[in-house]
C-alpha cells in the first residue's frame, strides 16, 4: 500500500516556473514506477510524464517535452515535476501516480494507486 501526497501547485503566470513533489508513504517506493497527470476542466485526465524505478528512464508527452522534467529522490520516498515554460494550457489538476505492475507508462490504468491532486493555474 502506497499513499502520495501532492505539493507545489499554485498560479502562476504565462511563461512562469513551478515543482510539484509528490511524497510517498511506505517503506518501497523505490519498487514503483511512478508518473504525472493531468487533468483539465471537461476533459480526459492525461499523461504528462513518468520516471523508472531506478530514474534512468523517463517519458514525456509531446505537449511538456523539452519544458517539464520528471526526477526522483528514493531516499527521500519523493517524485517531482519541474514544470517552466508554462503556458495557459498547462492549467489542469496535476496527479502523481505509482505502479509496479508491467504495461504502457501513459496509460492511467496501469497505476495502481493516485495522489489527491494539486491545482496548476496559468494565466495569460
Known amino acids: 500500500q502506497v499513499q502520495l501526497v501532492e505539493s507545489g501547485g499554485g498560479l502562476v503566470q504565462d511563461g512562469g516556473s513551478l515543482r510539484l513533489s509528490c511524497a510517498a508513504s511506505g517503506r518501497t517506493f523505490s519498487s514503483y514506477a511512478m508518473g504525472w497527470f493531468r487533468q483539465a476542466p471537461g476533459k480526459e485526465r492525461e499523461f504528462v510524464a513518468g520516471?523508472?524505478?531506478?530514474?534512468?528512464?523517463?517519458s514525456y508527452s509531446d505537449s511538456v517535452k523539452g519544458r517539464f522534467t520528471i526526477s526522483r529522490d528514493n531516499a527521500k520516498n519523493t517524485v517531482y515535476l519541474q514544470m517552466n515554460s508554462l503556458k495557459f494550457e498547462d492549467t489542469a489538476v496535476y496527479y502523481c501516480?505509482?505502479?509496479?505492475?508491467?504495461?504502457?507508462?501513459?496509460?492511467?490504468?496501469?497505476?495502481?494507486?493516485w495522489g489527491q491532486g494539486t491545482q496548476v493555474t496559468v494565466s495569460s
Open positions: 520516471i523508472s524505478r531506478s530514474g534512468i528512464s523517463t
Open positions: 501516480a505509482a505502479r509496479r505492475t508491467l504495461g504502457s507508462v501513459v496509460v492511467a490504468s496501469t497505476y495502481e494507486y
